[in-house]
């Protein structure tokens, strides 16, 4: 038995959470496309704020001509003879729109009162506490349809009201985690060597907890488009004939008459972006929960 | 009368519904989606012991069966079949024509003009109830005449309806402050009304603050029905629940979220008319002739709130008529040469009925607005642009006729009656019109405002409709929509640039409608444009109480010459109204004044067969 030469020592090269999750998210096709999806309804919103996308008012063709091959008419037209798909694009804009509004208006206040909540305790606690469980305690879909009365009818309105519901669900979450945390070890050695609270919150905790409106956002995003779609269903929403909303409130009458696609069409638009996002959702929890670093 | 307005009528109509809702306002409107059931339609008309049994979906609970506390369809409907009121609309006769119902005769005006002298028809009796002594209801007498007209201009019963006859009648606007001072209970008798002079036990003059032809409709109207003494003070607060008049039927079973049923009233003092208009004896309105009303022995009224089991139910034979809304109007009803057919094999099972409603939709400018209001030019540019034509065809699929003149069609008066032309559409005489408004292809023309009295997707597609019609010519709008209160209290602010408007006949005179244009009437009035025009006003006061014929009619042609040139509103549509009923009804007419005609219309027990399984069903009503 001739002894083994001893192990060569790798060097082990820490490995960053991002980098990480990168190379988790990389391996897997189906996310990549979920992100591709994402990213080209984005890119609808973009072109049009940008003012690029076909006029959704215009006139194609007749009243209620079903999909044909061209390109206008893929979704066929409505009542008014207007592009179902130019309307579906719109709509889509106008999705986005809020699900990043949304997303934008309630992760800074979730993560930022969550934060402070679960770091002092004590008073600034019971009154975050206090604040997020009269807001859970009225349904949301009322509390909303009651902002949006009071700041009048639109998409503003519509914005503010779902981000100023939708912190609520995070900033439980992250209070839960910053107490989990406050008393870690690493914590207590910045502590020790004398950081400011601030400094703690928000350069020793957030990025351990920081995974959670990651995945939140995209869950926001999500409901948030959902959210919009229902709201204008019953009416409290966008009026402005250009979001799925309406398409759907329309297609009540439509149905029964035999005429599926406009229906189908932003049915179709609906479910490939809450798809990706439910994917995207999932799959950027797996890559970048540190808990689940083995 | 100049102040009464549509607002006080059964519930907000969205645009569209406005005429089909009131048609058999309490018969009401379905939004069926997706296919209704199959099957033969069986027929439960008659029950055991071959009574005849009209059944009507009720749509909405009713608020109140106190005549004098009830102004909405739901309540009208029942309200009107079990009391009577002194006038009535005659049944077949066009246009409305105003025949005696509890009176003897027409009322007979004096010499000068001011005063009415009502003869009360004898031997009409109050239902039996425990309020009258021994059960047995008594006659009817000037007294309950007298106090019913009081108790109608009582502010503490009646909040809703008083308009119909305020400024009418000498000394009870100054009554009805009186009842406002003393609060609840005030004794009638301690405070006589000038205008109210009895004159033996069946007669009463009725003196009027000034001459005024349109009088006579608030007697018609089932807010200023008939009611006795000793049953509303029997009853007290329970009075609005427990119904006891004259009218042709009994309340029976009253379950206010289940099912209503009215009985026959067997010594109703009503006789079907011997009259109709021409046609009427062809299609077989007059056999009845003469026959003492009314012809059904039970009026069974299920409270069904959605449309779609409406339908069905009516589909299955077990309702006996409905009205006929747009998703099914598509699905049931053939369009040719502007005749309406109900396609196969709905034809051969049921019938259809229409009628052009007595409502106006228009949209009014705000004459205060700095901009609308100031602009003739681009008034006239917006009417020129709209499409109205188009709209009926797509959004109405026909249902509606454009309106060249403020009256609704079947009103005496109406563009039928006097020579008028309008705003036809017509996009280069729009950009012309914008031009002179200062706004070449609508360059500097800021969005429009446009504001909306409901937020369904009708009115939502109709506001895309015209948006496009507008950015064809260069004229940007915004769309906001609102619930009818918030609209209303918009509307009556003057915090609005153009609405969306529309009004129902309170009575079918054209009076109605031209005085929603007369100066005086101003917000928070119904001219919700604060239009004023020294010629048109001095034009309305002098047609108002002109009887109609051609001197009156002549006035209206100017007063239309003057809105279609200064264009305070934007005349629109009147629409048509739809019903289908069972081929075993009969009787049925479509009068607009009538709010559920169930005294007159009868049931053909030929056609009646299976019954059965509708005992079921009405188990199923009562649990």
Same mark, same amino acid.
């Given at each position: 038995?001739?002894?083994?030469?001893?192990?060569?020592?790798?060097?082990?090269?820490?490995?960053?959470?991002?980098? &990480?999750?990168?190379?988790?998210?990389? &391996?897997?096709?189906?996310?990549?496309?979920?992100?591709? %999806?994402?990213?080209?309804?984005?890119?609808?919103?973009?072109?049009?704020?940008?003012?690029?996308?076909?006029?959704?008012?215009?006139?194609?063709?007749?009243?209620?001509?079903?999909?044909?091959?061209?390109?206008?008419?893929?979704?066929?037209?409505?009542?008014?003879?207007?592009?179902?798909?130019?309307?579906?694009?719109?709509?889509?804009?106008?999705?986005?729109?809020?699900?990043?509004?949304?997303?934008?208006?309630?992760?800074?206040?979730?993560?930022?009162?969550?934060?402070?909540?679960?770091?002092? *305790?004590?008073?600034?606690?019971?009154?975050?506490?206090?604040?997020?469980?009269?807001?859970?305690?009225?349904?949301?879909?009322?509390?909303?349809? *009651?902002?949006?009365?009071?700041?009048?009818?639109?998409?503003?309105?519509?914005?503010?009201?779902?981000?100023?519901?939708?912190?609520?669900?995070?900033?439980?979450?992250?209070?839960?985690?910053?107490?989990?945390?406050?008393?870690?070890?690493?914590?207590?050695?910045? &502590?020790?060597?004398?950081?400011?609270?601030?400094?703690?919150?928000?350069?020793?905790?957030?990025?351990?907890?920081?995974?959670?409106?990651?995945?939140?956002?995209?869950?926001?995003?999500?409901?948030?488009?959902?959210?919009?779609?229902?709201?204008?269903?019953?009416?409290?929403?966008?009026?402005?004939?250009?979001?799925?909303?309406?398409?759907?409130?329309?297609?009540?009458?439509?149905?029964?008459?035999?005429?599926?696609?406009?229906?189908? *069409?932003?049915?179709?638009?609906?479910?490939?972006?809450?798809?990706?996002?439910? %994917?995207?959702?999932?799959?950027?929890?797996?890559?970048?929960?540190?808990?689940?670093?083995? | 009368?100049?102040?009464?307005?549509?607002?006080?009528?059964?519930?907000?109509?969205?645009?569209?519904?406005?005429?089909?809702?009131?048609? /058999?306002?309490?018969?009401?409107?379905?939004?069926?989606?997706?296919?209704?059931?199959?099957?033969?339609?069986?027929?439960?008309?008659?029950?055991?012991?071959?009574?005849?049994?009209?059944?009507?979906?009720?749509?909405?609970?009713?608020?109140?069966?106190?005549?004098?506390?009830?102004?909405?369809?739901?309540?009208?409907?029942?309200?009107?079949?079990?009391?009577?009121?002194?006038?009535?609309?005659?049944?077949?006769?066009?246009?409305?024509?105003?025949?005696?119902?509890?009176?003897?005769?027409?009322?007979?005006?004096?010499?000068?003009?001011?005063?009415?002298?009502?003869?009360?028809?004898?031997?009409?009796? $109050?239902? #039996?109830?425990? =309020?009258?002594?021994?059960?047995?209801?008594? !006659?009817?007498?000037?007294?309950?005449?007298?106090?019913? +007209?009081?108790?109608?201009?009582?502010?503490?019963?009646?909040?809703?309806?008083?308009?119909?006859?305020?400024?009418?009648?000498?000394? /009870?606007?100054?009554?009805?402050?009186?009842?406002?001072?003393?609060?609840?209970?005030?004794?009638?008798?301690?405070?006589?009304?000038?205008?109210?002079?009895?004159?033996?036990?069946?007669?009463?003059?009725?003196?009027?603050?000034? !001459?005024?032809?349109?009088?006579?409709?608030?007697?018609?109207?089932?807010?200023?029905? +008939?009611?006795?003494?000793?049953?509303?003070?029997?009853?007290?607060?329970?009075?609005?629940?427990?119904?006891?008049?004259?009218?042709?039927?009994?309340?029976?079973?009253?379950?206010?979220?289940?099912?209503?049923?009215?009985?026959?009233?067997?010594?109703?003092?009503?006789?079907?008319?011997?009259?109709?208009?021409?046609?009427?004896? !062809?299609?077989?309105?007059?056999?009845?002739?003469?026959?003492? /009303?009314?012809?059904?022995? @039970?009026?069974?009224?299920?409270?069904?709130?959605?449309?779609?089991?409406?339908?069905?139910?009516?589909?299955?034979?077990?309702?006996?008529?409905?009205?006929?809304?747009?998703?099914?109007?598509?699905?049931?009803?053939?369009?040719?040469?502007?005749? $309406?057919?109900?396609?196969?094999?709905?034809? !051969?099972?049921?019938?259809?009925?229409?009628?052009?409603?007595?409502?106006?939709?228009?949209?009014?400018?705000?004459?205060?607005?700095?901009?609308?209001?100031?602009?003739?030019?681009?008034?006239?540019?917006?009417?020129?642009?709209?499409?109205?034509?188009?709209?009926?065809?797509?959004?109405?699929?026909?249902?509606?006729?454009?309106?060249?003149?403020?009256?609704?069609?079947?009103?005496?008066?109406?563009?039928?009656?006097?020579?008028?032309?309008?705003?036809?559409?017509?996009?280069?005489?729009?950009?012309?019109?914008?031009?002179?408004?200062?706004?070449?292809?609508?360059?500097?023309?800021?969005?429009?405002?446009? #504001?909306?009295?409901?937020?369904?997707?009708?009115?939502?597609?109709?506001? @895309?409709?015209?948006?496009?019609?507008? =950015?064809?010519?260069?004229?940007?709008?915004?769309?906001?929509?609102?619930?009818?209160?918030?609209?209303?209290?918009?509307?009556?602010?003057?915090?609005?640039?153009?609405?969306?408007?529309?009004?129902?006949?309170?009575?079918?005179?054209?009076?109605?409608?031209?005085?929603?244009?007369?100066?005086?009437?101003?917000?928070?009035?119904?001219?919700?444009?604060?239009?004023?025009?020294? @010629?048109?006003?001095?034009?309305?006061?002098?047609?108002?109480?002109?009887?109609?014929?051609?001197?009156? $009619?002549?006035?209206? @042609?100017?007063?239309?010459?003057?809105?279609?040139?200064?264009?305070?509103?934007?005349?629109?549509?009147?629409?048509?109204?739809?019903?289908?009923?069972?081929?075993?009804?009969?009787?049925?007419?479509?009068?607009?004044?009538?709010?559920?005609? $169930?005294?007159?219309?009868?049931?053909? +027990?030929?056609? =009646?067969?299976?019954?059965?399984?509708?005992?079921?069903?009405?188990?199923?009503?009562?649990?």
């Amino acid at each position: 038995m001739s002894a083994a030469a001893p192990p060569v020592q790798q060097p082990v090269v820490g490995q960053s959470l991002g980098a &990480r999750a990168m190379g988790i998210l990389r &391996r897997r096709r189906f996310v990549l496309l979920s992100f591709a %999806v994402i990213g080209i309804y984005i890119l609808i919103a973009v072109l049009g704020y940008a003012g690029l996308l076909p006029d959704f008012q215009e006139r194609v063709g007749e009243s209620y001509e079903p999909p044909s091959w061209s390109f206008a008419k893929l979704l066929g037209t409505d009542i008014f003879g207007r592009s179902v798909l130019y309307k579906v694009l719109v709509g889509t804009r106008t999705a986005m729109t809020i699900g990043l509004v949304v997303a934008a208006i309630s992760i800074p206040i979730g993560v930022g009162l969550g934060a402070v909540a679960g770091y002092y *305790g004590g008073k600034i606690d019971a009154l975050v506490v206090w604040l997020y469980s009269v807001i859970t305690s009225v349904p949301s879909i009322l509390l909303i349809i *009651g902002i949006s009365y009071v700041l009048g009818k639109g998409l503003v309105s519509v914005c503010l009201a779902l981000g100023l519901v939708g912190w609520v669900g995070l900033c439980r979450l992250i209070r839960g985690e910053v107490l989990k945390h406050k008393n870690r070890e690493y914590v207590l050695a910045a &502590r020790l060597l004398g950081a400011g609270d601030g400094r703690i919150i928000f350069r020793h905790i957030l990025p351990n907890v920081l995974h959670l409106p990651i995945v939140t956002a995209s869950l926001m995003i999500l409901g948030a488009i959902k959210s919009e779609v229902i709201l204008t269903f019953l009416g409290v929403g966008i009026q402005d004939g250009d979001s799925w909303g309406t398409m759907i409130q329309d297609a009540t009458g439509e149905l029964a008459q035999g005429i599926w696609w406009p229906l189908a *069409g932003v049915t179709f638009a609906m479910f490939a972006i809450i798809y990706a996002l439910n %994917v995207a959702g999932d799959a950027l929890r797996d890559a970048l929960d540190p808990k689940l670093i083995d | 009368m100049d102040t009464v307005r549509t607002r006080t009528l059964p519930s907000p109509r969205p645009e569209l519904g406005s005429g089909a809702a009131r048609l /058999l306002p309490a018969l009401l409107v379905t939004i069926a989606l997706g296919c209704m059931g199959s099957g033969e339609p069986r027929n439960p008309a008659i029950e055991d012991g071959g009574r005849k049994i009209l059944r009507v979906a009720r749509r909405a609970e009713y608020k109140s069966l106190d005549p004098a506390g009830q102004f909405d369809s739901a309540s009208a409907q029942i309200v009107g079949n079990i009391y009577d009121t002194l006038l009535e609309y005659h049944y077949l006769q066009r246009p409305y024509e105003l025949v005696p119902n509890l009176l003897a005769e027409m009322p007979q005006l004096s010499e000068d003009g001011t005063t009415y002298l009502l003869t009360l028809r004898r031997g009409v009796r $109050f239902h #039996d109830d425990p =309020a009258f002594p021994g059960g047995v209801g008594r !006659e009817l007498t000037i007294d309950d005449v007298i106090y019913s +007209i009081k108790r109608f201009a009582d502010v503490n019963v009646n909040v809703k309806s008083y308009i119909l006859i305020q400024n009418v009648i000498v000394g /009870l606007d100054a009554f009805r402050d009186a009842t406002r001072q003393h609060g609840p209970g005030m004794d009638y008798d301690a405070h006589d009304v000038e205008g109210l002079q009895r004159d033996g036990d069946y007669r009463l003059k009725l003196r009027l603050t000034r !001459e005024n032809p349109l009088a006579l409709y608030p007697l018609a109207a089932t807010p200023m029905s +008939i009611v006795a003494r000793e049953v509303v003070e029997a009853y007290g607060e329970d009075f609005a629940r427990h119904p006891v008049g004259t009218g042709p039927f009994t309340m029976h079973r009253n379950d206010r979220r289940g099912r209503v049923v009215l009985a026959k009233y067997p010594r109703y003092h009503g006789r079907y008319p011997d009259r109709g208009m021409a046609g009427d004896r !062809e299609r077989g309105f007059l056999e009845d002739a003469g026959a003492r /009303l009314p012809l059904v022995d @039970e009026v069974h009224l299920p409270l069904i709130e959605e449309s779609q089991p409406a339908m069905l139910r009516f589909r299955k034979g077990e309702l006996d008529l409905h009205t006929v809304d747009r998703d099914n109007f598509i699905k049931m009803v053939d369009r040719k040469d502007g005749e $309406f057919r109900l396609r196969s094999p709905y034809a !051969e099972q049921f019938e259809l009925i229409t009628a052009e409603s007595l409502a106006t939709e228009y949209i009014a400018f705000n004459m205060n607005d700095p901009l609308v209001g100031e602009n003739v030019a681009l008034r006239q540019a917006i009417a020129y642009a709209l499409d109205v034509e188009e709209y009926i065809e797509i959004m109405l699929n026909g249902r509606a006729a454009p309106l060249k003149t403020v009256v609704p069609l079947p009103i005496a008066g109406s563009q039928r009656d006097i020579g008028a032309d309008y705003y036809e559409h017509n996009p280069e005489r729009a950009k012309q019109k914008l031009v002179e408004a200062g706004f070449p292809g609508g360059e500097g023309l800021p969005a429009i405002r446009f #504001d909306y009295r409901s937020t369904t997707k009708e009115t939502r597609q109709g506001f @895309e409709f015209m948006r496009y019609k507008l =950015a064809a010519v260069g004229i940007k709008a915004i769309g906001r929509f609102h619930t009818f209160s918030a609209y209303l209290q918009r509307i009556e602010s003057g915090n609005f640039q153009v609405g969306s408007s529309g009004w129902y006949a309170d009575y079918p005179d054209a009076e109605n409608f031209y005085q929603l244009l007369f100066g005086k009437n101003g917000p928070p009035g119904p001219n919700i444009s604060a239009f004023a025009d020294p @010629e048109y006003d001095r034009l309305y006061l002098q047609s108002r109480f002109m009887t109609n014929g051609p001197a009156r $009619f002549a006035i209206f @042609e100017r007063m239309s010459e003057i809105l279609r040139d200064r264009v305070p509103v934007i005349l629109r549509y009147n629409s048509i109204s739809f019903a289908i009923y069972q081929k075993r009804l009969e009787n049925f007419s479509a009068n607009m004044m009538v709010d559920a005609p $169930f005294k007159y219309v009868d049931l053909d +027990i030929r056609l =009646a067969a299976d019954e059965g399984v509708e005992s079921e069903r009405e188990a199923a009503d009562e649990r």
